[in-house]
């Protein structure tokens, strides 16, 4: 954990002194095309400097009052030559990846406390945890999402239902829109995507990861029997990480993948209903859960513990996934 945060921290280290010297790149190449700029800024801070020490020597107000002036004067002069040179007023700023932390991975709590920006804890749960299952983000969002990959053909005596594989994939999206847009309700229920393999159930998992990343939400993505063993290893000493139980009942989204694939014991029952009912019970903060499997509701029931099952019914909006296995299509379209 620490030579990871290490690593992750230099390379913020990195980030920050990069983008920080490109700022000052752009600032110092204006100015030489346009040297009025650099006067005026030159000018600023020799009045920020004279308004710091009029206001430490307690100097008369007629005197702060001129220099505040003099200072606005020239902000509005320089707005000005920005807007004619068609200038962004953002442009010397540093274009920093994280705009939160400045990339720094650390915030400056109100009470002037630092803790860990949410941007370096999705960077801890990408190399501890989802390296293996998240590692297609740029190619498994919504824009590149698509709905000729569904057939548009009803077959009520093969899928036991009125809709197409292609009608029903879209009200799957929406859903997930929605499960995105209402993420931080307390009343939005989490996810179980459920039905056979190749229809999607991972790719939309994708998506909604995406999605809420880029909102500041942290996501940890874990197969069931990859997240069940480790968490036993954890109970017995033979796995070191100390985080891996807190982060899975805590992470603001856990996606749960392939459950059902699992070897069953009593044990993994125990540990399961306990992630799936500390996750709807946290009081702290909102933490939500998407859960994929091929197994169908009935298949559930038979194969868990009936308060696994209860929980997930009552607290889940449940999407059946149904059609042809798309892989084999985008094979084809390749």
């Not at 206001?55 to 009052?65: F, M, S």
């Not at 109970?235 to 009942?249: M, P, Q, V």
């Amino acid at each position: 954990m620490n030579s990871i945060l290490k690593n992750i921290l230099n390379q913020y280290s990195k980030k920050k002194s990069e983008a920080e010297f490109d700022a000052e790149l752009r600032k110092q190449e204006l100015y030489k095309k346009h040297p009025e700029l650099q006067e005026i800024d030159n000018s600023l801070t020799t009045l920020a400097i004279s308004t710091a020490k009029s206001l430490i020597n307690n100097n008369d107000k007629n005197l702060l009052i001129k220099l505040n002036k003099d200072i606005e004067n020239l902000r509005i002069k320089k707005q000005k030559i920005l807007k004619s040179l068609n200038i962004p007023d953002n442009y010397f700023l540093p274009k920093y990846e994280c705009q939160i932390c400045k990339d720094s991975g650390y915030i400056t709590n109100p009470d002037y406390s630092t803790s860990m920006c949410s941007c370096l804890k999705q960077k801890l749960y990408d190399e501890q945890y989802n390296k293996s299952n998240m590692s297609n983000l740029d190619v498994q969002n919504f824009n590149t999402f698509s709905d000729l990959l569904y057939s548009d053909k009803l077959d009520e005596n093969k899928y036991h239902t009125n809709i197409s594989p292609r009608e029903n994939i879209n009200l799957i999206k929406n859903i997930c829109i929605d499960f995105i847009k209402n993420f931080d309700d307390k009343n939005t229920k989490n996810l179980l995507f459920t039905g056979n393999t190749g229809l999607g159930k991972t790719f939309l998992s994708s998506c909604i990861a995406n999605e809420l990343i880029k909102l500041g939400k942290n996501v940890l993505y874990q197969t069931a029997p990859v997240m069940l063993d480790s968490i036993i290893d954890y109970r017995f000493g033979k796995n070191k990480d100390s985080n891996i139980l807190e982060s899975i009942l805590t992470v603001d989204l856990l996606i749960i993948d392939d459950l059902g694939t699992e070897c069953i014991n009593n044990m993994k029952f125990t540990e399961l209903f306990n992630i799936i009912n500390t996750r709807l019970l946290n009081q702290n903060k909102i933490t939500k859960t998407i859960i994929s499997t091929n197994l169908s509701l009935k298949n559930l029931y038979s194969t868990y513990d009936e308060r696994i099952v209860s929980r997930i019914v009552g607290n889940y909006d449940i999407c059946y996934f149904f059609g042809d296995d798309i892989r084999f299509k985008k094979r084809n379209i390749s």
